[in-house]
Each structure stands twice: as structure tokens, then as C-alpha cells.
């Protein structure tokens, strides 16, 4: 069953609320950690992990509140549901499980193999 844009919005607004709530409390976890007066070397290390940590796990869910936030700026341009790398239909059920996706499933794969190697740390030198 294909749904509608009405659906697929609110469906959108959803995700990107429920983003916005975990990158505020996040922001919030990472400010919060370490604010002990006083810190030996060990709660140091510990702190500064635990901030490390909470940074970013807010950074992947800024990208993917980005990510949100585009899929309603396609839904609004009428090319939502278009993979932007071959311009096919991407399927009902790939948008019905991830419906800010930029590409069909062929598309994902690949573009997912190109992030994971840029970023990747350069080795030697």
C-alpha cells in the first residue's frame, strides 16, 4: 500500500521531533559529564570518554535529522521517493522502512560502501 503525502509527512515531522529530543538530551548527557569539581587522572579519562561518547552519538543523529529534514524538502518538491543517483522509483517498502532515504536499494549499498571508506582514516602517510 503506497502512502500518501499527508502520511509520509507526518510520518517525517515524527522522526525529526523525536531526533531533536535525543540531540537535545544528548547535548545535554555531554555538558553534563565531568562536571565534578574535583577529578583524579582515572575520572579525567573517564570523563572525557563519556563526552567523546555523547558528542558523537549526537553527530549521527544530527546527519540523520538532516536526512529528515531533506526528505521533506523532496516531499514538498515533488521528488520524494525518486533515487537521486538513477532517478527510479525507490520501493514502497524500502520508504516504508527508512522514509527519509535518498536512494533505492541498489543505490544504498553503494552509497553506503563510499561513506564507510571516506571515512575511513588515512593510513601511513
Do not use: W
Request: aromatic letters at 4%; glycine letters at 6%.
Amino acid at each position: 500500500m503506497m502512502n500518501t503525502s499527508d502520511q509520509v509527512r507526518k510520518k517525517l515531522m515524527a522522526r525529526a521531533q523525536e531526533l531533536e529530543e535525543e540531540i537535545n538530551r544528548t547535548d545535554r548527557d555531554a555538558l553534563d559529564a565531568g562536571d565534578a569539581d574535583v577529578q583524579d587522572p582515572i575520572d579525567y579519562v573517564t570523563s572525557s570518554a563519556a563526552k567523546s561518547a555523547s558528542l558523537e552519538v549526537g553527530t549521527i543523529e544530527f546527519r540523520a535529522l538532516q536526512d529528515v529534514r531533506a526528505a521533506l524538502e523532496r516531499l514538498d518538491q515533488g521528488t520524494y521517493g525518486i533515487c537521486v543517483i538513477c532517478g527510479e522509483q525507490i520501493s514502497p517498502e524500502r520508504l516504508e522502512a527508512i522514509p527519509e532515504t535518498l536512494y533505492c536499494i541498489r543505490h544504498a549499498e553503494e552509497a553506503s560502501r563510499a561513506k564507510e571508506s571516506a571515512d575511513q582514516p588515512l593510513i601511513g602517510g
